[in-house]
C-alpha cells in the first residue's frame, strides 16, 4: 500500500535502518522516560567498523543464561502468560547486523520469493514501516484491517465456507533448526557441520538464549522476521502437499490467508477446507507446531467469520452509549461510570483485545473533554482497577485514564489510591508491565513502594543492571545507564504523553 513498505521491499542498508529502530526493538508502550533511542545509540558505537557480535564477546553468549530482560504479560486475564523480551541490545543488534548483510539479506529475499510463489496462500503479516503520518504500530493495525478483515468481507462474494484456526504458542514451539530447513532446504540443513547461510542463522538465534533448542524469543522485529522465515518455509511445503492431492479443479477453489500464526481457509467446498486444514496440521506437526483447538471454527457464514467476536461485540454494544444528533454531534446517554461498566462487560468477555483499547480510548478523550465530578472518582477507579488486574496488556490506556482522573485529586488522595491499586495488582503474578505503568503515576509524589521488577527498580536507581554483560570483553564500553531518562523522570506529573498510547486520529 502507498502508506506503508513491507520489509522485503527494502534493500539490506534499510532493513538494517529499520530493524534496529527503537520502536522495532521494543515495540510495545513505555513510560516516556524510558530512552531506548540512547540505547540503541550507545549499543550501535560498540559496533563501529565491527558488523560480527563475536568481535564484542569475550565470553560466548549461549555459555550466560540471563543476558535479555524477560517479562510475562497476560494473555487471557487468568493464567495464559506469555513471555516478552527485551533483548540484550548488543544481541539484537547482532543477529539485525547479521542478517542484513549484502548476502545474507539477498538470500533471504530470495527464499521468500519461493515461499510466496503459490498466489492461492497469502502472508499478510511481514514487518512493515510506515511511510506517512502514522506510526508503524498503526500502519500494521491497518495491514491488518484491509489484508484480513477487508479481504475476508470480499471473500465472502468468492467462497460459501471458511475455517479459521491458529497455532498454540507459535514462538515457542519454533524449532530452531528449522530456521535452516527454510532458508538451505532440510536435506542440506541436516548434513552435519553445514555451514549455508541458514545454519549459521539458526546458531545465531540460539546464541541469544543460551542455546535452547525449543522456541525462539518474543522480542522485536527481528524475531517477528526469523519466526515469518519458518512460517513462509511452512507456507511453502504446504502448497507442495496440496499440488500433490488436489484435482486440477479443487486447486481452483480455495484460497488461505495467513497473518503470523492465524490462518483463514476459504473455499466453496466443506471437504476441501478440511483437506487443507488436515494437511496444514500435517505440514505444522512436523515443525513441532500444533492448531489452537480452542480457536479453531469453521462456519458456512463466510461475512461474520471477517471480524473478531470481539469487534462483532463492542460494536453491538457501544450504540448504547451515545446517539447521533441531527446536527451531527454525539449525545452520551450513558455516565461515565455505566460507560466504563460496559467496558468491563467486554473486558470480561475478551480480555486483552484490541476492541478493549479502542473502548479505552474513546473513554479517555471522553472525560478529557467531558471533565468529571468528584463524586464519581472513587467508582471508576474501582473499575479501572479491575481492568488493570484483568487486562494488563492494556494497561497503558488504563494509566493514561487514571493519569486523567488524578489531575482532579491532591497528593494525599493520589497516594491513597495508588497504594489501593498497588495492593490489589500484587496480587496477581507476572504483573512487571502493569507494575512499570502504575509506577509512572506513583513517582510524581515521591510515592515509595518495594517494586520487584527490574526495569521499575531500575527507574530508581541506576545501579540495577537489565541486562547482563558479561559476555562482552573488556574494552567494549556498553553503558545502559542511558536507558532511564531521569530529568524528564523527574518532571513527570499526571498528564501522560498521549502519541506513544493512542492509536489513529480517528478510530478504525
Given at each position: 500500500m502507498g502508506n506503508r513498505k513491507s520489509i522485503l521491499e527494502m534493500d539490506a542498508k534499510e532493513a538494517r535502518t529499520f530493524l534496529i529502530k527503537p520502536t522495532s526493538y521494543v515495540p510495545f508502550a513505555m513510560p516516556e522516560y524510558f530512552n531506548f533511542t540512547k540505547i540503541i545509540e550507545n549499543a550501535k558505537k560498540c559496533f563501529k567498523g565491527i558488523n560480527d557480535v563475536h568481535a564484542i564477546g569475550g565470553k560466548k553468549m549461549e555459555n550466560l543464561g540471563n543476558i535479555n530482560h524477560t517479562m510475562f504479560m497476560n494473555k487471557d486475564g487468568n493464567y495464559d502468560w506469555r513471555p516478552i523480551t527485551i533483548v540484550h541490545p548488543l544481541a539484537y543488534i547482532g543477529l539485525a547486523y547479521f542478517i542484513t548483510e549484502e548476502s545474507a539479506w539477498q538470500i533471504i529475499k530470495e527464499r521468500f520469493k519461493e515461499f510466496r510463489k503459490n498466489p492461492r496462500i497469502k502472508c499478510i503479516s511481514l514487518p512493515v514501516e510506515s511511510t506517512g503520518k502514522n506510526n508503524d504500530r498503526e500502519e500494521t493495525i491497518l495491514n491488518w484491517w484491509e489484508n484480513l478483515e477487508q479481504a475476508t468481507i470480499r471473500f465472502s462474494l468468492n467462497y460459501q465456507?471458511?475455517?479459521?484456526?491458529?497455532?498454540?504458542?507459535?514462538?515457542?514451539?519454533?524449532?530452531?533448526?528449522?530456521?535452516?530447513?527454510?532458508?538451505?532446504?532440510?536435506?542440506?540443513?541436516?548434513?552435519?557441520?553445514?555451514?549455508?547461510?541458514?545454519?549459521?542463522?539458526?546458531?545465531?538465534?540460539?546464541?541469544?538464549?543460551?542455546?535452547?533448542?525449543?522456541?525462539?524469543?518474543?522480542?522485536?522485529?527481528?524475531?517477528?522476521?526469523?519466526?515469518?522465515?519458518?512460517?513462509?518455509?511452512?507456507?511453502?511445503?504446504?502448497?507442495?502437499?496440496?499440488?500433490?492431492?488436489?484435482?486440477?479443479?479443487?486447486?481452483?477453489?480455495?484460497?488461505?490467508?495467513?497473518?503470523?500464526?492465524?490462518?483463514?481457509?476459504?473455499?466453496?467446498?466443506?471437504?476441501?477446507?478440511?483437506?487443507?486444514?488436515?494437511?496444514?496440521?500435517?505440514?505444522?506437526?512436523?515443525?513441532?507446531?500444533?492448531?489452537?483447538?480452542?480457536k479453531t471454527s469453521d462456519s458456512s457464514n463466510v461475512i461474520k467469520t471477517a471480524i473478531k467476536p470481539d469487534k462483532l461485540f463492542w460494536t453491538s454494544e457501544k450504540g448504547n452509549i451515545r446517539v447521533k444528533d441531527s446536527d451531527g454531534t454525539y449525545t452520551y446517554q450513558l455516565n461515565l461510570q455505566k460507560h466504563l461498566w460496559l467496558i468491563k462487560r467486554l473486558a470480561d468477555k475478551y480480555p486483552n483485545s484490541g476492541s478493549l483499547t479502542v473502548a479505552l480510548s474513546d473513554f479517555y478523550k471522553r472525560i478529557k473533554n467531558e471533565g468529571l465530578s468528584h463524586s464519581q472518582i472513587p467508582?471508576?477507579?474501582?473499575?479501572?482497577?479491575?481492568?488493570?488486574?484483568?487486562?494488563?496488556?492494556?494497561?497503558?490506556?488504563?494509566?493514561?485514564?487514571?493519569?486523567?482522573?488524578f489531575n482532579k485529586l491532591n497528593d494525599n488522595e493520589i497516594s491513597e489510591y495508588i497504594d489501593l491499586i498497588m495492593k490489589k495488582v500484587s496480587r496477581k503474578a507476572n504483573t512487571e508491565y502493569s507494575e512499570i505503568w502504575l509506577q509512572r503515576l506513583s513517582i510524581m509524589i515521591n510515592y515509595k513502594y518495594v517494586y520487584k521488577g527490574k526495569l521499575a527498580k531500575k527507574v530508581t536507581s541506576n545501579s540495577i543492571k537489565v541486562w547482563n554483560s558479561d559476555w562482552c570483553k573488556e574494552d567494549i564500553n556498553f553503558n545502559e545507564d542511558c536507558l532511564i531518562d531521569y530529568e524528564k523522570k523527574d518532571r513527570v506529573n499526571s498528564i501522560i504523553p498521549e502519541n506513544s498510547i493512542l492509536l489513529f486520529d480517528n478510530t478504525y
Open positions: 465456507y471458511c475455517i479459521k484456526t491458529d497455532i498454540t504458542n507459535c514462538y515457542g514451539s519454533i524449532y530452531t533448526h528449522s530456521i535452516a530447513w527454510a532458508i538451505d532446504g532440510k536435506k542440506e540443513a541436516k548434513k552435519k557441520n553445514s555451514k549455508d547461510f541458514g545454519a549459521k542463522l539458526d546458531k545465531r538465534v540460539r546464541e541469544v538464549q543460551y542455546g535452547q533448542t525449543n522456541g525462539i524469543l518474543q522480542g522485536g522485529q527481528v524475531y517477528n522476521l526469523v519466526a515469518e522465515i519458518v512460517m513462509g518455509y511452512a507456507d511453502m511445503v504446504l502448497s507442495e502437499r496440496l499440488n500433490s492431492i488436489l484435482s486440477s479443479k479443487e486447486k481452483e477453489d480455495y484460497q488461505i490467508i495467513r497473518y503470523r500464526d492465524d490462518y483463514r481457509i476459504f473455499s466453496n467446498s466443506r471437504e476441501i477446507a478440511e483437506k487443507i486444514v488436515k494437511t496444514l496440521a500435517e505440514v505444522l506437526a512436523e515443525l513441532n507446531m500444533h492448531f489452537n483447538q480452542k467508582q471508576l477507579i474501582s473499575i479501572l482497577t479491575d481492568l488493570i488486574i484483568n487486562s494488563p496488556k492494556s494497561i497503558p490506556n488504563e494509566v493514561l485514564i487514571l493519569g486523567e482522573i
